[in-house]
């Protein structure tokens, strides 16, 4: 689990701190100095590093000729550099790794949100989430590189993230209710089973 001092001074603040830590959780790494190396869709066995210095030094070896992710968020080393050479040890800073790593992850939701038609509803956010980082994962999302690409801008609306309750907070006030749902407060409990049969659980 991240700290949450770390997620709030370091992680892009467009980002809940619940969605932050469900993207590196799901996408990313414990270890700040996490060097994973892919060519060719193969895992390439890398030594595990032991300092910064020994993680840079990996980073280099294999930067340009390799898809290289580094550090929490498991950033994609590279992007943006020419030159190994011009790789800056901040990839394996806990605190800058995952700056970047969320801003970046932030961009790649607004391009899915708006590959989506940027929904209002709060339902559609968990399905932006995964194909997110789905796109984190693979670096494309519809055949476009999600890393290089142009960040379409604006808010991430109807970030849903649990409550104290173990349910989804609602999201905007604007969002507009569903036509063809009752909100729960209105259903008697009579009529529940019109929707579902609950009558056969259990042999009954």
């Known amino acids: 689990m991240l700290d949450a001092a770390l997620i709030k ?23 700040p100095l996490a060097v994973t190396v892919r060519s060719g869709g193969r895992l390439i066995l890398v030594p595990k590093a032991r300092s910064p210095d020994e993680a840079m030094d990996i980073v ?16 994609p080393a590279g992007v943006g550099v020419k030159d190994p050479a011009d790789l800056k040890p901040d990839l394996v800073d806990a605190c800058q790794n995952l700056r970047m790593g969320t801003v970046m ?6 391009i899915v949100a708006k590959w989506y038609g940027n929904p209002k ?37 109807n970030q849903a993230e649990p409550n104290d ?35 056969r659980i259990g042999g009954k």
């Open 105 to 110: 992850f932030a961009k790649i939701m607004r």
């Open 121 to 157: 509803s709060a339902d559609a956010f968990p399905q932006i989430f995964e194909d997110a980082v789905f796109a984190w994962k693979t670096g494309e999302f519809e055949g476009v590189s999600v890393f290089q690409a142009e960040d379409p801008g604006g808010p991430i609306t």
């Open 9 to 31: 001074d370091c992680a892009d603040p467009s980002l809940k701190p619940a969605i932050v830590e469900q993207f590196v959780t799901a996408a990313a790494s414990a270890d």
């Open 165 to 199: 309750g173990g349910e989804t907070e609602p999201a905007d006030e604007e969002t507009p209710a569903q036509t063809d749902v009752e909100p729960r407060e209105s259903q008697e409990v009579g009529k529940a089973e019109m929707r579902i049969d609950l009558s």
């Open 60 to 75: 280099r070896q294999y930067a340009g000729k390799a898809v290289v992710r580094v550090g929490l968020t498991q950033f």
